[in-house]
């Protein structure tokens, strides 16, 4: 992570955080994802997107998903870079809220279902220290078809 003062009242922030996804599927179909797009948050402030690729995921199976976010010089007040360094290296942790929609089918025999979509809103917290995710509580929404 780095931040670096811009003049008057602002900071520039870069970072990235390599997020590992585990996929559950305990149905007894498989499970077509399209590409799936996250705005991860600081405190309300966006700070970066990640991708997914596409993937299909057989039915009883856990599948491993990483995605990568990159923040590249993204503008922040100097009080919210400020709150962020605090959170990273004096309390060892970091609120981050991970929003996106995912799209779905439902495979049986070769043949797809129609599309779903739906909406993803996690709050996570990680370990700037350990490198590592210590809370995590995920809802989903607004199943559309």
Do not use: E
Request: proline share 6%; hydrophobic share 40%; aromatic share 6%.
């Amino acid at each position: 992570m780095g931040i670096t003062p811009n003049p008057p009242s602002t900071a520039s922030l870069s970072l990235t955080i390599r997020l590992l996804f585990s996929a559950v599927n305990p149905n007894k179909v498989g499970i077509k994802y399209g590409q799936s797009s996250f705005t991860v948050m600081y405190r309300g402030i966006p700070l970066g997107r990640a991708s997914v690729p596409g993937f299909f995921q057989q039915a009883h199976s856990t599948r491993q998903v990483i995605a990568t976010i990159s923040v590249d010089r993204v503008n922040l007040l100097q009080a919210d870079a400020s709150d962020l360094i605090r959170d990273a290296s004096l309390n060892d942790r970091v609120d981050l809220r991970v929003l996106g929609d995912v799209a779905a089918k439902i495979r049986v025999i070769n043949f797809d279902s129609p599309g779903v979509q739906v909406s993803v809103d996690c709050a996570i917290v990680i370990s700037p220290r350990k490198q590592s995710l210590t809370y995590k509580q995920c809802g989903f929404d607004g199943l559309s078809v």
